[in-house]
């Protein structure tokens, strides 16, 4: 029996003498078989990737943080942290507007901001100690609330001071020039526990009934040199003396304006005075503040209306839940407030600081 043909060992060979072509599993001229490739062979499937369940977020165990108060922290303290549902969606906000706030970068020069009321009662003192205590509690800035309304109690009546002022401004006002220091200014100011210092204004010192002009003007300067920040109670009337002097000097504009229609009148009727007396670039930029606007939702559509007209007339309008801390006249602790209301001022501090245009 005749033996079958040996096979041609390399059967793809051109009998041309070509080089002969090379298949995918082929070792090249001069490489050992079963060598590596040197690059990836065509066609070949990429390993898979890494699958996220195995990112180091997922292989490390992350607590979530303890709540802060409430039945969740309540829960949290029972159980000995067993049990932790973490923080209200609402907390979170919180805890967001915080951040936001401290991130913020001030323009280099002091900026000074107006809080002016649209009507008796609207809360123009209120909203300028808990506007400012949510400045320098987060940030550390050196901050201060200057009291143009000698008719209204003092503002260390309503934000309870850490230490009380030596001096008063009647004094401040006569002897300007021994004001060379930080430590000077301060025996003529409350500071209250928030970082908050408070500059009171009462008739009784002044040599006139209200705050003039000239008196606002020097106490702004000698302010300007210690603090980054200073707010400034304009009281609820445009005709006072001071107003045209506060305005001259504002970077922003606040209205504190009860929610209702009448109180978006008279929110109008203010920026058109504020207009006519040359400032409307401030009126235009301002920020209008409802305050006490109930919590329910009984009235949110005529509050929203509300609050898109005035949007119209000026950079925004926010609403400040109503809050029995903040009843008129009553002391202003943020501690003490309401989350709702904390959040509120912590939304204007942010808009405040976003709108703070840069001086040339």
């Known amino acids: 029996m005749s033996l079958p043909p040996s096979p041609d060992p390399h059967p793809d060979d051109d009998v041309t003498g070509e080089a002969p072509h090379r298949g995918s599993g082929d070792p090249a001229p001069g490489?050992?078989?079963?060598?590596?490739?040197?690059t990836e062979p065509p066609g070949a499937h990429p390993l898979p990737e890494a699958s996220a369940e195995l990112?180091?977020?997922a292989l490390i165990h992350r607590e979530k943080p303890a709540p802060k108060r409430g039945w969740r922290r309540a829960l949290f303290t029972m159980s000995r942290g067993y049990l932790n549902p973490g923080e209200s969606r609402i907390e979170l906000r919180r805890?967001?507007?915080?951040?936001?706030?401290?991130?913020?970068t001030l323009p280099d020069a002091p900026q000074a901001i107006t809080v002016l009321g649209t009507q008796e009662g609207a809360g123009a003192t209120t909203t300028a100690l808990a506007l400012g205590a949510a400045l320098t509690k987060q940030r550390g800035d050196r901050g201060i609330v200057l009291d143009a309304d000698a008719q209204h109690p003092p503002l260390s009546d309503r934000?309870?001071?850490q230490a009380p002022p030596q001096s008063g401004l009647g004094e401040l006002l006569h002897n300007p020039g021994e004001v060379t220091r930080y430590s000077d200014f301060a025996a003529y100011t409350a500071q209250a526990t928030t970082g908050l210092d408070l500059l009171s204004s009462h008739a009784g010192e002044l040599d006139t009934a209200v705050l003039s002009a000239a008196d606002f003007q020097l106490v702004a300067e000698v302010a300007e040199r210690f603090y980054s920040l200073?707010?400034?109670?304009?009281?609820?009337?445009?005709?006072?003396?001071a107003v045209?002097?506060?305005?001259?000097?504002?970077?922003?504009?606040?209205?504190?304006t009860p929610p209702s229609r009448d109180g978006a009148v008279s929110a109008a009727n203010v920026l058109d005075e504020v207009g006519d007396l040359g400032y409307t670039h401030l009126a235009e930029t301002s920020l209008v503040?409802?305050?006490?606007?109930?919590?329910?939702?009984?009235?949110?559509?005529?509050?929203?209306?509300?609050?898109?007209?005035?949007?119209?007339?000026c950079r925004n309008a926010l609403r400040i839940p109503n809050d029995p801390h903040l009843e008129a006249h009553g002391a202003v602790d943020p501690d003490r407030m309401r989350l709702s209301s904390v959040i509120g001022y912590l939304e204007l501090a942010v808009d405040v600081l976003t709108a703070l245009p840069r001086r040339g």
């Open 244 to 256: 045209p002097a506060i305005l001259a000097r504002s970077d922003q504009l606040v209205l504190a």
């Open 95 to 104: 805890q967001e507007l915080e951040a936001t706030v401290r991130r913020a």
């Open 289 to 313: 503040t409802l305050t006490r606007a109930p919590a329910g939702t009984g009235e949110s559509s005529e509050l929203d209306d509300i609050q898109e007209q005035l949007t119209r007339r």
């Open 230 to 241: 200073h707010l400034v109670d304009a009281g609820s009337d445009v005709m006072q003396p």
């Open 31 to 38: 490489e050992t078989p079963g060598a590596p490739a040197a």
């Open 159 to 161: 934000m309870p001071p």
């Open 55 to 57: 990112s180091a977020d």
